[in-house]
Nanobody, 120 residues
Framework: QVQLVESGGGFVQAGESLTLSCVAS?????????????MAWYRRAPGKQRELVAA???????SYEDSVKGRFTISRDNAKNTMYLQMNNLKPEDTAVYFC?????????WGQGTQVTVSS
């Protein structure tokens, strides 16, 4: 099955950290080939539209939405077909469902996401 599966969300206090994982099926990426694709983490906060949070391109260059710069880090382990989002100093406004996908996103790859809730 061609899919991306997110995990690692949870309920944390403001200032704490979480690391999200996004595992790609081998039918989507051959082992070690994830690095050839542009990918991103997205989030959808309550009452808001989904937005791009962090992106990583084929050469490894990364970019971030302004509100998470300096706090979030996107990375990937191509050998494991896994992408990560390290989130530090979390704030209540980071509360959202987080998704991974290609960049630009592909409709069929949207998964259920992983919920991150940050309490003040």
């Amino acid at each position: 099955q061609v899919q991306l599966v997110e995990s690692g969300g949870g309920f944390v206090q403001a200032g704490e950290s979480l690391t999200l994982s996004c595992v790609a099926s081998v039918k989507l990426f051959r082992a070690g080939s994830m690095g050839a694709s542009n990918m991103a983490w997205y989030r959808r906060a309550p009452g808001k539209q989904r937005e791009l949070v962090a992106a990583i391109v084929r050469g490894g260059r990364t970019s971030y939405e302004d509100s998470v710069k300096g706090r979030f880090t996107i990375s990937r382990d191509n050998a494991k077909n896994t992408m990560y989002l390290q989130m530090n100093n979390l704030k209540p406004e980071d509360t959202a469902v987080y998704f991974c996908n290609l960049n630009p996103p592909t409709r069929v790859l949207w998964g259920q996401g992983t919920q991150v809730t940050v309490s003040s």
